[in-house]
């Protein structure tokens, strides 16, 4: 839905800015294609670890 009203707001009022949004949503999509599922993540249990100790872990 965030997507489809970003790329609607840009075809119709800024279509300048659709080529860097079209290249963001790709790479987003390629970096969501090789990492793991944030969905199946108990992080209730990781409050008191560290952003750059979690990011470590696979």
């Known amino acids: 839905m965030l997507i489809a009203n970003g ?3 840009s ?3 800024a279509p300048e800015e659709l ?4 290249q963001a ?3 987003g999509w390629q970096m969501g294609q090789t990492t ?7 992080w209730e ?3 008191d670890k560290p952003l750059a ?3 470590k872990q696979s």
């Open 19 to 22: 080529p860097p949004l079209l």
């Open 53 to 55: 100790l979690l990011s």
């Open 45 to 47: 249990e990781a409050w």
């Open 7 to 9: 790329l609607m707001y």
């Open 25 to 27: 949503i790709a790479q």
């Open 36 to 42: 793991r599922s944030l969905f199946a993540q108990k």
């Open 11 to 13: 075809t119709l009022l």
